[in-house]
């Protein structure tokens, strides 16, 4: 049984997402983090334990030091970048599950537009392991959106999709960025008309407005015991559950090898447990909040968790479901699309506002919010 | 209430210990790793979880392949080094407890002889903070002898500890790892004089028999619940308590601004968790394991955990208290001098062993073992 539900997060905290913030990504970790602390009524002092990504990079000492911390007893850092986002609440909701920790917090900042791009070449070739280079890069797979589309056109292929059903997801996100103040494309929506015209990044695959975005910016958040959570200054928000799932031949780049390259098996892998341990289904989700590097990535995510068949995410976005007013709203923010890239933890905070019931684009009555990043989830709720 | 005393290591695997392994990290760690497994008398299908360093090579994905997993529901990476190498049993042990996976693998390879050797010059600068080459270099402290002696210094001199009494240390360390066949220095035990002779690496700190070794080799561990160890191959070992504490002001390898540089803050802060957890204490330690890159730190750490008060190290172990038959046996594989350096990692194997009743060199009805890495420490103990 799982005590991760015995957990939530009591404190949110980002800066704004812009491109070029003019200062460290330690200054962008520290105020995220200081912001998310008081946030929940704490104080720096009241931290023991972080959780952050392999990929970033301000140290654990440095931002408690920035901080005025006092002492940690629980450091922890996840692999995988984006498409493990989630996984880091799952750590720090393990932490204090077991005692290790009373309340962690968990930050992610970058400077990821004016400092490393992660959209550019890599003149060093990305890595699918720590081996080094990958020796698809001698094929010319060199950026992140080449190096998935490859995967991405097998689904398309299969099902018929095309770039126009994904511009449909394309201009919701952006519909959704549009009344989100802290959106970059705040008060900036497009029409399908707008994404068709767009330069192809990748023909017949990605155009430039199929990529999420390159942001500079920081968010964190505070997890807690349930019980403690109660007497915090915000609503706690449950970790109803939160899991990862990284299956047998799979990849994080160049993942090719699998036996059906037109499903994501780990979402659906991940949403298995995520429905075994919190005891909901599909059907209790008020908002689902997708991870998405690439829109593609929607289709099959959406598929993977079963709110729809396999190859029926293009009707499900053309029909209205995951518009604000839809049977399922996705990405309420705007996703990574439309509000930024912070890595997929800003999808996170959004799912924590939904369950407040402070989210710029709220939802009525929202109670069960699942946030998703392909190989990790949760599912967050009322305390 | 900490929740990891129902937790368990049922299974360890190691490679041999090297200079020149002659196979790739990978290899090293699956090797390692499969041995573990089946010493618990599992399957690697019976894995859901990996935790290893931030520093390890080896990516989850490419073991889990290698090893022939079907899936992972938790990975985590303990940062930090060697210091915090017992973290990675704190990281497992809270998967467990906490539900989130219920068998964890904790492995640790490196070739860390015949490729990056930790112990030589880095030409890019070692760092202290992700923020790039530490301002100390410019000042000549390009190696961690001579990083770490400037601090270890102040306590040799505050009280009055020569080199002679380091050389103490390392002849019991010897004397223990030549009469351990896994140990590197098996079969070649040195006298007080072979060390005093050993030429000077940063005079007047450290001789070349103070460094602990360079190790080529593979370490892993197998953690999963104290109920289900009962019924496993091994006599299962409880994770009585396992803990960090990194504190205010430190730093990970120019630990130059801390109140008093004559003490390990951490150690003293991570013991106390440790009694209170366990509810043990000092003289409930059988056998004590302490992480050693260079010799005075373990004066430095059996003053932290209160085995002899401060500046009375270098007593307790003149008059033999750590030997084989002393009141507290340290290091009763060799130590990371004597044995291997697996970043600290087969430490915690000798620990295993102890507590289990085969270790080469055993210690009678040892119970309670304490490992212990300065700023990590875990206590062990029977079911």
Aim: negative net charge.
């Amino acid at each position: 049984m799982s005590k991760i539900s015995d957990t939530a997060i009591v404190g949110i905290g980002q800066t704004e997402f812009s491109k070029n913030s003019g200062r460290s990504e330690l200054q962008l970790a520290a105020e995220a983090s200081l912001a998310a602390i008081q946030d929940a009524g704490l104080t720096p002092d009241d931290i023991d334990g972080m959780v952050t990504f392999t990929l970033d990079s301000n140290d654990e000492l440095d931002l408690m030091r920035t901080l005025g911390m006092t002492e940690l007893n629980w450091t922890a850092r996840g692999p995988f970048g984006g498409g493990a986002s989630a996984a880091t609440i799952q750590l720090a909701a393990a932490a204090v599950a077991s005692g290790a920790a009373k309340a962690v917090l968990v930050y992610r900042a970058f400077n990821e537009r004016s400092g490393r791009r992660f959209g550019q070449p890599d003149p060093n070739g990305y890595t699918s392991t720590a081996a080094g280079p990958d020796f698809h890069f001698s094929y010319g797979l060199d950026t992140p959106a080449k190096i998935y589309s490859l995967w991405y056109q097998r689904y398309l292929l299969k099902y018929g999709v095309t770039n126009e059903d994904l511009g449909r997801y394309v201009v919701t996100a952006r519909a959704h960025a549009a009344t989100n103040p802290a959106a970059w494309y705040y008060g900036k929506p497009i029409t399908l008309e707008d994404h068709q015209t767009s330069r192809w990044i990748v023909e017949p695959v990605l155009r430039l407005l199929d990529c999420c975005q390159e942001s500079d910016g920081g968010v964190a958040m505070v997890v807690t015991s349930a019980d403690r959570a109660r007497d915090l200054a915000q609503p706690g928000v449950r970790v109803a559950a939160a899991t990862q799932s990284h299956r047998k031949g799979g990849l994080i780049m160049f993942d090719y090898y699998r036996e059906d390259l037109s499903e994501f098996e780990e979402t659906r892998t991940m949403t298995e447990r995520l429905w075994a341990d919190s005891g909901l289904t599909q059907n209790d989700i008020d908002v689902a909040m997708i991870y998405e590097n690439f829109s593609p990535v929607v289709f099959l995510t959406l598929e993977g968790h079963g709110f729809c068949k396999r190859g029926e995410a293009k009707d499900f976005i053309k029909d209205g479901h995951i518009g604000l007013s839809g049977s399922l709203p996705v990405n309420t923010n705007g996703g990574l699309l439309g509000e930024g890239y912070i890595h997929g933890m800003n999808n996170i905070l959004e799912g924590v506002r939904q369950v407040r019931g402070t989210a710029a684009n709220q939802i009525k009555d929202a109670k069960h919010v699942l946030v998703s990043a392909s190989r990790s989830g949760m599912i967050l709720g009322p305390l």
